[in-house]
T-cell receptor, first 115, second 117 residues
Framework: DVKVTQSSRYLVKRTGEKVFLECVQD?????MFWYRQDPGLGLRLIYF???????EKGDIPEGYSVSREKKERFSLILESASTNQTSMYLC??????????????FGPGTRLTVL | AQKITQTQPGMFVQEKEAVTLDCTYD???????LFWYKQPSSGEMIFLIY??????QNATEGRYSLNFQKARKSANLVISASQLGDSAMYFC??????????????FGRGTQLTVWP
């Protein structure tokens, strides 16, 4: 079974803090993704990565950065957390083009609260 | 532009009955994939079923089936014999197969399904 893990289920941070959200997958997937989910807005793509050290902006990259130094790990960084970044953050991975439908598998999510 | 529309914010079904959740999509690409995910109150997104745009037959996975009507650009999820544990938010999503957006998913807003005894 594919397993995607996220470092925390719940996280509380203060405005201005630097926040790291970690995501690890154990299936040697090529692609990894970070989304945020807010009521009424659905899932929105922040960043994604096709390979180590590669990254692509999604729909709402402002205020975020990412790092992918190893294939299995994709980190989301909030350089200076703000209250409007309070949200549910979901990480996902997928095998890559042409592989089993390239289905994305999700981690359990991190509920981040910025005070 | 890629777009997914789920017109039913909420649906109710009695236990053991079948229910259909609607999804329409819009794309000009000939190759794409369609997915359904379930999100219980715990928050995790659970993959349910996948349909490729070139697949001739409708996908089935246990009690889930995907009613794929390509000409109408619809990909409805059918859940047979509903169970109380099916109560959750359900998302339809489409994967693009070309260009700089290769592999990313576009999600609908979701349908909240409630199964009552």
């Amino acid at each position: 079974d594919v397993k995607v893990t996220q470092s925390s289920r719940y996280l509380v941070k203060r405005t201005g803090e630097k926040v790291f959200l970690e995501c690890v997958q154990d299936m040697d997937h090529e692609n990894m993704f970070w989304y945020r989910q807010d009521p009424g807005l659905g899932l929105r793509l922040i960043y994604f990565s096709y390979d180590v050290k590669m990254k692509e902006k999604g729909d709402i990259p402002e205020g975020y950065s990412v790092s992918r130094e190893k294939k299995e790990r994709f980190s989301l960084i909030l350089e200076s957390a703000s209250t409007n970044q309070t949200s549910m953050y979901l990480c996902a991975s997928s095998p890559g083009q042409g592989k089993g439908g390239d289905t994305q598998y999700f981690g359990p999510g991190t509920r981040l609260t910025v005070l | 532009a890629q777009k997914i529309t789920q017109t039913q914010p909420g649906m109710f079904v009695q236990e053991k009955e079948a229910v259909t959740l609607d999804c329409t999509y819009d794309t000009s690409d000939p190759s794409y994939g369609l997915f359904w995910y379930k999100q219980p109150s715990s928050g995790e997104m659970i993959f349910l079923i996948y349909q490729g745009s070139y697949d001739q037959q409708n996908a089935t996975e246990g009690r889930y089936s995907l009613n794929f009507q390509k000409a109408r650009k619809s990909a409805n999820l059918v859940i047979s014999a509903s169970q109380l544990g099916d109560s959750a938010m359900y998302f339809c999503a489409m994967r693009t197969d070309r260009g700089s957006t290769l592999g990313r998913l576009y999600f609908g807003r979701g349908t909240q399904l409630t199964v009552w005894p």
